[in-house]
């Protein structure tokens, strides 16, 4: 069984920066991609940031030119570089491992990212 830990979430304010991370444990190469994905209370959760294999990266209009994803596939671990945080991110964001391209099959627990006004 695949396992994905986030950290990194916390309480900042509006233009802040945060830096999400996801340790799997297993070697992250394998996956056709790893993507970061949030659900606000009483919203579906969306898709953020996908990263294939190949590197490949794709945003959600919303946070284009505010977040990057990166992976350090030594360390198994996929980040989230957040900046410019709005209230509107505030959100729990999941990581998951794809094992298609559009497919997620596994998940992390989720970190609470709360971007005060």
């Known amino acids: 069984q695949v396992q994905l830990v986030e950290s990194g979430g916390a309480l900042v304010q509006t233009g802040g920066s945060l830096r999400l991370s996801c340790v799997a444990s297993t070697n992250i190469f394998g996956f056709a991609a790893m993507g970061w994905y949030r659900q606000a209370p009483g919203e579906q959760r969306e898709l953020v940031a996908k990263m294939t294999r190949a590197g490949t990266r794709t945003y959600a209009d919303s946070v284009k030119g505010r977040f990057t994803i990166s992976k350090d596939e030594a360390k198994n671990t996929v980040y989230l570089q957040m900046d410019s945080l709005k209230p509107e991110d505030t959100a729990v964001y999941y990581c998951?491992?794809?094992?298609?391209?559009?497919?997620?099959?596994?998940w992390g627990q989720g970190t609470q990212v709360t971007v005060s006004s």
């Open positions: 998951a491992a794809h094992n298609l391209i559009e497919t997620p099959r596994y």
